[in-house]
């Protein structure tokens, strides 16, 4: 078992929310092992990662759905490792809504607060509030069953965010919408965290979603945290060849280190980026789509045939397949010129646009 060293949360902002050592084990499996992070204040964490990789997991063991093995939740500063799930001031939203169908919106929204013990008028004003918040103000004396999936939805976000819980967990809770939806209701996630202010740790399989409302990333991958940053450094200076796959698209070229800093792969001998070491002997070099160019640029380059060209407006996409039957991708920008199909072309890149991963 390895236990992870404690992730500084980001920026300035003091920690509302930090996991020490969080383990689960069920008989022989481990559903996460030790891990260790911590999230600001009005932070939005994303947990992100292949299906069976442990968000969930880790998301209802900081709930108290589930019991950890082994581990500590901190919550501002109080350790709440063993304060039942109710108690611990954690608003939950699930992919499917769960509202009340006998209630309508506004009694839905109400609900939570009515559990509370609030004043009538305090009630009132609150389920207003929320209702303008999310834009259902029209829709209050509706039921569940008259609403669309996206509604529903924003009822559910309503209801979580009406009481003001310290900490918002979200399960995929656009999972069951389709695509233009999900992206629309990702802009008013991102709209209710900024006006509320509001502590979130956000569960997701799709890499896009989390690059469009993290303020940081937990990329994970079995059972464990892979790396723990912004979207940026995450996506600039990925640590592992799983991280570079796993957000945005990626080259990656594995090999062995030689004695004079270059890169022995299956496409060619590479220059390594300046101070970049294999601890180990092996590595991989890690080039986006977006730094490889048409011609040999300062002596990394690869050879290849064009077998897709992908026009997408603003930037064209190419693919060629190299020697072993990999492929790499580059983008073109408005200006340059395409290559055609089945055409030999040699791409490269500065070596300081290369990332080495392990
Ligand atoms: N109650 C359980 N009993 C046994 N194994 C479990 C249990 N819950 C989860 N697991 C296992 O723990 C691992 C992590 O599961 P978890 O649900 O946390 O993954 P996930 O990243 O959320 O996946 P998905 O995106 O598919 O929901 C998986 O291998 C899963 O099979």
Known sequence: MTVVAIQPHGGERPPKLVVEGLCKRYGATTALEASSLSVGEGEFLTLLGPSGSGKTTLLQLICGLVEASEGRVIIDGRDQSRTPVHQRDIGLVFQHYALFP????????????????????????RVTDTLEMVHLGHLAQRFPRELSGGQQQRVALARCFVYQPSIILMDEPLGALDKKLREHMQIEIKRLHRESGAT???????????????????????????????????????????AADFIGISNIFRGTATANGALETAHGLFALPDGARCDDGKGALVIRPEHLHLGAEAGNSVSGTVSEIVYAGSETRIIARLGDGATLVLRLGPGETVPGLDERIVAGWQRDKAVLVS
């Open 102 to 125: 006998h209630l309508t919106v506004a009694e839905n929204i109400a609900f939570p607060l009515k559990m509370r013990g609030r004043a009538a008028a305090e009630i009132a004003r």
């Open 200 to 242: 979130i740790v956000y569960v997701t399989h799709d890499q896009e979603e989390a690059l469009a409302l993290s303020d940081r990333i937990c990329l994970m991958n079995h059972a464990r945290i892979e790396q723990l940053g912004t979207p940026r450094e995450i996506y600039e200076r990925p640590r592992t060849a799983f």
